[in-house]
């Protein structure tokens, strides 16, 4: 048996596993980091919550003797990402990262990027404005310095304690959204601008879609750069990777 460890808290990460489960050959865990209170049903055992570090990640690998670690993370999730490719460096074990490409703005998308948070603050102006949050709860906090909008914030888990502003309402949903419940939502709500990550995938795709529609503008978080590491985007392409690095291995008798 050939041990594979996935970083997850993606539904690619949750797919891969789905396809990975049913091999007799392999064990597969997927290891998630704990932040969502009712995290999707996954179909290969699952262990959750940090490692401790590049070090403790690295740890981790040769504890379990892992054969193959493959980054199935969120392309926001830029710390686990990191410590991942040092971690596999430091155990020497084969990693892939599975990378979601990102949205490209098409004729209509009235697109703003932006570096962080604090610049999104600033982009969203000084006159009042009925702004759609689609962003985790650690990244809501500087909101808090523009109390004159109105939010409207989408996230899995509740936004505890809430935002210390004067106007926001809170939605607790996971994806995938679909354009036309976006676009009702975002007309019932009177919404004239969102904040969001480029995520990628269609999951989360039909705000972009549904505010290009309604000619809204959209604020984009920049994505974090990414370590140097061999990456796919597709689940076959992963499932190649592995079979040969696996067959590498053995092959050196690893
Ligand atoms: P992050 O900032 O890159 O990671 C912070 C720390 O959380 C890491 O240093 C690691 O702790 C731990 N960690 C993160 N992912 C882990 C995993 N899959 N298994 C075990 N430990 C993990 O990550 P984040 O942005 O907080 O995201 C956390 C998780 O949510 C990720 O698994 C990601 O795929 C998922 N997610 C993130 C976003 C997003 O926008 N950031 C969106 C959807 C899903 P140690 O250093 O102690 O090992």
Request: glycine content about 8%; charged content about 20%; cysteine-free.
């Amino acid at each position: 048996m050939r041990r594979i460890l996935i970083l997850g808290g993606t539904g690619e990460a949750r797919r891969l596993a789905q396809r990975l489960a049913p091999r007799t050959d392999l064990a597969v865990t997927l290891s998630l980091a704990g932040r969502t209170g009712s995290p999707a049903a996954q179909a290969v055992p699952v262990r959750t919550g940090g490692f401790g570090g590049v070090q403790g990640l690295a740890d981790y690998l040769a504890r379990e003797r892992t054969d193959a670690l493959i980054d199935a993370t969120h392309p926001y999730a830029a710390r686990i990402s990191g410590n991942a490719a040092r971690a596999a460096e430091l155990a020497q074990v084969p990693i892939l990262a599975m990378r979601r490409p990102a949205w490209i703005a098409v004729a209509g998308d009235r697109w703003s990027e932006v570096a962080d948070m604090e610049h999104a603050v600033h982009a969203l102006g000084s006159a009042p404005r009925r702004v759609f949050v689609a962003l985790g709860r650690n990244e809501l906090f500087p909101l808090a310095g523009a109390p004159q909008h109105y939010y409207l914030v989408r996230s899995i888990d509740p936004i505890d304690p809430p935002l210390p502003v004067p106007f926001a309402d809170y939605i607790n949903a996971r994806g995938p959204f679909d354009e036309a419940d976006e676009r009702a939502l975002l007309i019932e709500q009177r919404i004239e601008i969102i904040l969001a990550k480029n995520s990628g995938g269609s999951a989360s795709y039909g705000k972009i879609a549904a505010a290009r529609a309604l000619g809204l503008a959209v604020i984009l978080l920049r994505r974090p750069p990414v370590p140097n590491v061999p990456a796919v985007e597709s689940l076959e392409q992963v499932l190649g990777w592995l079979d040969h690095a696996l067959t590498v291995s053995a092959a050196r008798g690893v």
